[in-house]
């Protein structure tokens, strides 16, 4: 059994201007670098095996929290929201032409315009995650982690999920021989000691 640590990575403008970003490479904003600069991984975390997804966002969050270069891995990229990136929920949920739908009613196989659906994400993320050899934390984005929470609490994306995702925390997925089971603790990334 290994056991895999997602954590999201720090704020960027777009996500303060609730923005889609998807695959668009946003970096961390001052105030994201400055937060995470006061914070560290409670151990064993700290001294895990290092991932994240290739996106400047996951890199520098990994790299501030460590001071380790993470090993960059294709599979943890954001999902492809198509044309939907750069645009807002709340406005692409007011224009009748663009098709928007809440996640939470998508199911498996809904695509944005132009992206991927969950289940193509499920497609990458799960072959990587199960060849891990090792406990691992994983730097990455919203919508990957809910699809490998997914895996591991049998969620749709049918009815409201059965986590809520937050910024500075841990959510460690047990995977053995293809049984996936989410810790019911969720450890908070700690304060620096002064």
Same mark, same amino acid.
Not at 50 to 61: E, F, N
């Given at each position: 059994m290994i056991r895999?640590?997602?954590?999201?990575?720090? #704020?960027?403008?777009?996500?303060?201007?609730?923005?889609?970003?998807?695959?668009? $490479?946003?970096?961390?904003? =001052?105030?994201?670098? +400055? #937060?995470?600069k006061s914070l560290r991984l409670p151990a064993p975390w700290d001294e895990? $095996?290092?991932?994240?997804? =290739?996106?400047?966002? +996951?890199?520098?969050?990994a790299e501030i929290l460590t001071a380790r270069a993470p090993r960059t891995e294709p599979a943890l990229l954001e999902m492809d929201w198509g044309a939907w990136e750069g645009g807002q929920g709340t406005a692409l949920r007011a224009d009748p032409e663009s098709g928007y739908r809440d996640l939470e009613s998508w199911g498996w196989n809904f695509t944005p315009p132009g992206g991927e659906s969950p289940a193509t994400l499920r497609d990458r993320l799960v072959p990587w995650a199960?060849?891990?050899k090792s406990d691992t934390l994983a730097v990455c984005h919203i919508g990957t982690m809910r699809v490998l929470l997914a895996c591991a609490t049998a969620w749709q994306f049918d009815g409201?999920?059965?986590?809520?995702?937050?910024?500075?925390?841990?959510?460690?997925?047990?995977?053995?021989?293809?049984?996936?089971?989410?810790?019911?603790?969720v450890p908070r990334l700690e304060r620096q000691a002064s």
């Open positions: 895999l640590a997602l954590l999201r990575h720090g #704020h960027t403008s777009w996500n303060r201007e609730g923005r889609i970003q998807g695959r668009t $490479d946003i970096p961390l904003d =001052p105030e994201a670098e +400055a #937060h995470l895990a $095996d290092l991932v994240s997804s =290739p996106l400047s966002r +996951a890199v520098r969050t199960e060849s891990l409201p999920p059965p986590f809520r995702i937050k910024r500075d925390r841990l959510y460690i997925l047990r995977i053995h021989k293809g049984d996936w089971q989410l810790e019911e603790a």
